[in-house]
């Protein structure tokens, strides 16, 4: 097996171990170094190249998972079979998350206060401006509007992104998650609007939502209202379990928010799986979802709607072709949105710098660079590698990483 088709399998595990030979290069695991980039690295001229035209006041991270185990204030709550024996490989998946946030190497009292406290570490190597957004996480809530746990995989309370983004705001913002089946939805967004949240966060699959469903329509009217953007995952989910499958993944739902005059963001630029076409009906041919999303991009109605998100589609689960088109497309550039995924880009064996050298997106030696900087600080990669991967002599443009824009009413909103 080699090193490309090793990685893959993990993902498709989607991170199990099972049935592999080799150990990818970089490891298994985090080993969470307990300091700041080495001057060595910090003073690169590869790490000063990657912020050269890029406006670092601008720059949000708009993908990034406020997680933990629920031991300490934060209302978190996670599914018992995340952690148990008896569910190895969501209990694996939940082992490499809390891995790659480094929690337990801070010294704080609680994993949950541990995973603030790494995310405020890894600011201190970024430039000045920099800003994560951290992701709330509604709970599944089944037809009738009533929370249905067992589907949940976990649970980060609006007041708990919103309370960190308030007590650091000069690194974290933070994005609402409301399920729109919900009796209160409308009353939750309201409240999470006039507490500065700055989208709303969905994984249909996860959460149990119907996007296409008339009963989102109360929602998606009172988000055009706010011109609040929703942040939504499309194309297939691994990363954690999907109840109803991959069904509502399907970037075309959205069709009905767009309508509605949402601006909706497409986390992935759905560059997992494939969707039925029901643009030519319920019985249309599967078709790629980074097809169907780049679809809904090129339809004039939707120009100043349909934005798309970068996070993860550096992972080794990627297609070549899928990562070659986002950075060939010069016209959605303006259009897309930098996120990291965090924590994802700490889960060592889901990237890999060395596949893009397989592809000639990138110098062996720059590879190496980037492999160092991760060890440090895996959003200071992830930044990196989307920044510096080439395809024909193009890179993903500057605008990219300046997402400011896209959540504030008006530049001069003050920071």
């Not at 440090?376 to 930044?383: A, C, E, G």
Request: glycine share 6%; charged share 25%; hydrophobic share 40%.
């Amino acid at each position: 097996m080699n090193r490309r088709n090793f990685l893959k399998s993990m993902l498709s595990l989607p991170l199990g171990v099972a049935g592999c030979q080799y150990m990818p290069h970089e490891g298994f695991f985090n080993d969470c170094p307990d300091k700041r980039l080495p001057a060595s690295l910090a003073n690169h001229d590869l790490v000063k190249a990657v912020w050269e035209d890029i406006d670092t006041s601008q720059v949000w991270d708009c993908h990034c998972h406020l997680i933990g185990v629920g031991d300490s204030t934060s209302g978190i709550w996670v599914n018992p079979k995340m952690q148990s024996f008896l569910h190895p490989i969501q209990l694996a998946q939940f082992k490499f998350y809390l891995n790659a946030s480094c929690a337990r190497s801070s010294n704080k009292e609680t994993i949950d206060e541990g995973v603030v406290q790494r995310l405020r570490d890894l600011h201190e190597d970024l430039p000045r401006g920099f800003r994560f957004m951290l992701l709330a996480f509604d709970f599944y809530f089944d037809a009738d509007g009533v929370i249905n746990r067992e589907h949940s995989p976990f649970h980060t309370p609006n007041a708990y992104a919103q309370r960190m983004a308030a007590e650091f705001p000069g690194q974290f913002e933070w994005i609402a998650s409301i399920h729109p089946y919900r009796e209160d939805a409308i009353a939750a967004l309201e409240e999470a609007v006039n507490h500065r949240a700055r989208a709303i966060k969905w994984l249909p699959s996860v959460m149990g939502i119907n996007p296409g469903d008339a009963r989102c329509d109360a929602f998606y009217e009172a988000l055009a209202k706010h011109n609040l953007p929703l942040l939504t995952h499309v194309g297939d989910e691994h990363a954690v379990d999907t109840p109803t499958g991959q069904t509502y993944n399907n970037p075309l739902l959205f069709r009905r928010a767009l309508d509605h005059g949402v601006r909706v963001i497409f986390a992935h630029c759905a560059t997992l799986g494939e969707s039925v076409d029901i643009d030519k009906g319920k019985h249309g041919a599967k078709v790629p979802n980074l097809d169907l999303f780049a679809r809904l991009m090129a339809e004039p109605r939707y120009e100043n709607l349909a934005l798309g998100e970068i996070a993860a589609i550096t992972q080794v689960n990627r297609d070549r072709w899928k990562v070659e088109k986002i950075i060939e497309t010069d016209e959605w550039h303006d259009r897309l949105l930098y996120g990291s995924d965090y924590p994802l880009p700490g889960v060592m064996p889901v990237f890999s710098p060395l596949n893009f050298v397989d592809w000639d997106m990138l110098p062996a030696n720059t590879a190496d660079i980037l492999s160092e900087v991760r060890r440090y600080n895996p959003i200071l990669f992830d930044v990196m590698l989307k920044r510096l991967i080439t395809v024909k002599g193009k890179r993903l443009k500057g605008s990219v990483f300046e997402t400011r824009r896209h959540f504030v009413k008006s530049p001069s909103i003050p920071l």
